[in-house]
Structures are given as structure tokens and as C-alpha cells.
């Protein structure tokens, strides 16, 4: 939240945010809270995606969310090296939608863990801001970790 009011104050547009900043700011943020190891890279890749505060709020709660599971959970000690990785991406899909996706190359979730039915308070805070409140769509495809891709109207 105090991100988002910062932006706010320094914009010139007080209903638009540029997300790949906010992302970025986010990220650092984060980093910084958990003291995380710089073992593990976290690499942003966005377009200069202008979205409502209305939508950037939520955003930022579900990124915030999946991106401190993945520096609390994927990484346990001994596997944190080099290749240890977490990836956002965000970009248009059509011109009316905005593709996010977080994933990880962590321990992952086990293969039965379902996002739309699950016990963990953070999931279904994810799962209800992006179905129900973003009114979008959010999947969990299970790689070399997990993959969370999300899909919500601009």
C-alpha cells in the first residue's frame, strides 16, 4: 500500500500506474524483507503496462502473496544456488487483458495441491482476488516448480 500511495503522490496521472514499476519496487521490496539470499535470482520481465489503482491494489496483494511463499518455501538451504530462480512476467494478451504469471524453480507443490480448493488462507486469498474480485482466471501448472498464471480484465 505505501508503494502504491508513493506512485500516486509522484504521478502526474493520478488514475493510471505503470505496473512494471510497481512490480520492480515490489520486488526489491520484498528482497529486502526477507533478507533473501542473492543465491536466488528474481528476474521481472513486463511491458510498460498502464493499469487503475483499482486493479493495481489487488495485484500487488496476490504478487506480494506468491512471491513471499516462493522465498519462504521453494528454496530451503541446501538448495538454494545459482540456478535458483523466481520469474514474474506480466504483458497485454488482446489488448483488453493483462497476463501475470509467477513461477519459481523450487522443491514445487505437490502434484494433488489445487488452487481452487485448498486450505491455505494466502491461496485462497489469491484465488478469490483474481476470480472474484479482478473477476479473472488463475491456473497452476506444475513445471520445475510451481507456475502460477493469471488472467484478468484491463
Not at 106 to 111: I, K, R, T
Request: hydrophobic fraction near 40%; glycine fraction near 4%; aromatic fraction near 10%.
Amino acid at each position: 500500500m505505501a508503494l502504491l500511495h508513493e506512485h500516486l503522490y509522484k504521478s502526474k496521472n493520478f488514475s493510471q500506474l505503470n505496473i512494471k514499476q510497481y512490480l520492480q519496487e515490489l520486488i526489491e521490496s520484498l528482497k529486502i524483507s526477507y533478507s533473501f539470499n542473492a543465491t536466488v535470482r528474481v528476474k521481472l520481465n513486463s511491458e510498460d503496462i498502464y493499469i487503475s489503482f483499482e486493479k493495481a491494489i489487488p495485484l500487488g496483494l496476490v504478487v506480494n502473496e506468491l512471491v513471499s511463499n516462493s522465498m519462504k518455501h521453494a528454496f530451503p538451504y541446501k538448495l538454494q544456488k545459482e540456478s535458483a530462480k523466481i520469474e514474474i512476467a506480466c504483458r497485454r494478451f488482446n489488448d483488453t487483458k493483462l497476463f501475470l504469471s509467477v513461477s519459481d524453480n523450487g522443491v514445487g507443490l505437490s502434484e494433488e495441491f489445487d488452487i481452487h480448493n485448498t486450505t491455505s488462507l494466502g491461496m485462497q486469498i489469491v484465488y478469490n482476488i483474481i476470480e472474484n474480485q479482478l473477476d479473472g482466471d488463475i491456473n497452476l501448472v506444475h513445471k520445475q516448480g510451481p507456475c502460477f498464471n493469471m488472467c484478468i480484465p484491463l
